[in-house]
């Protein structure tokens, strides 16, 4: 699993390499993994001795030294090591599905795969009560939802994970919300429901951190585009966007081609 810095040094290009201790082969060429940042292809596996290792796999991988990362490769030494490339490959293709948003035979067909999903669960039907709490509490934490549920919170996760392959829900930076795919799906199980207005905009990155978004929540700071009314000094005052924050946040606007205020 790659750390939110390592993310996103790979969409920028300033990364793509990773090294791993594997007993075999974790993936192949071509393989394309779904991360916080969008989709890595995984463009090289080569199994490799740590002695021929150089500074150039150092700085590929991001890491300080050619020291530094043979002592990160040092555990498991019963392992071989395996040189992996990596780019940047694009949005998820669940966040245009999401959008998306399904006709009346559609929603039929999602409901059937719903109803799957429920006589196969252990604890009984359990998508719809999991749609409506997260509908009626947007952008709150997993542990408070699942404690609501009386579940535990690596199994409600695991189960939120299964209705956003489908396009249902979208993860947040904190929390979780429907997507319009799942609110048109439980408002014709349930009927049209009220909603506080959609936040317009492209959400806050969750690679940014719960403290940082928590800052920029306190302030009415929701969305990307809602950064832009900011200066990079401005925000940097407040108490939990750090300076890793700001740069990922950098990152994330420039992408889009936005920047902060006075930049």
């Not at 039929?108 to 509908?135: C, M, N, V, Y």
């Not at 919300?177 to 799942?182: H, I, K, N, T, Y």
């Not at 832009?228 to 990152?251: E, F, I, K, Q, Y």
Request: charged content about 30%.
């Amino acid at each position: 699993m790659q750390r939110p810095a390592e993310l996103e040094a790979i969409r920028s290009g300033e990364v793509d390499l990773a090294f791993r201790r594997w007993d075999r082969p974790r993936v192949k060429v071509g393989t394309q993994l779904r991360t916080g940042v969008g989709l890595l292809e995984v463009t090289s596996v080569d199994q490799v001795p740590v002695g021929r290792l150089r500074a150039e796999d150092a700085r590929r991988c991001g890491a300080p030294s050619l020291a530094q990362l043979r002592a990160a490769l040092a555990a498991r030494s019963d392992r071989p090591v395996f040189r992996v490339g990596l780019r940047y490959a694009g949005r998820d293709p669940r966040e245009q599905l999401r959008e998306t948003v399904p006709t009346d035979q559609e929603i039929g067909e999602i409901l059937a795969r719903l109803d799957r999903l429920d006589a196969a669960s252990p604890i009984g039907p359990w998508t719809r009560t999991t749609l409506r709490i997260i509908d009626a509490n947007p952008e709150v934490r997993a542990p408070d939802l699942a404690a609501e549920l009386g579940r535990p919170t690596a199994e409600f996760k695991r189960d939120v994970r299964k209705l956003k392959e489908r396009g249902l829900t979208e993860s947040l930076a904190i929390g979780y919300r429907l997507s319009p795919r799942g609110e048109k799906v439980l408002d014709h199980e349930d009927g049209p429901r009220r909603r506080a207005p959609r936040r317009e905009g492209t959400p806050l990155p969750r690679t940014i951190g719960a403290p940082a978004t928590r800052a920029l929540r306190a302030v009415d700071v929701h969305t990307l585009e809602a950064v832009t009314g900011w200066r990079r000094a401005d925000l940097a005052a407040l108490h939990g966007v750090g300076p890793v924050a700001l740069d990922r946040l950098t990152a994330a606007l420039a992408e889009r081609g936005l920047g902060f205020a006075g930049a």
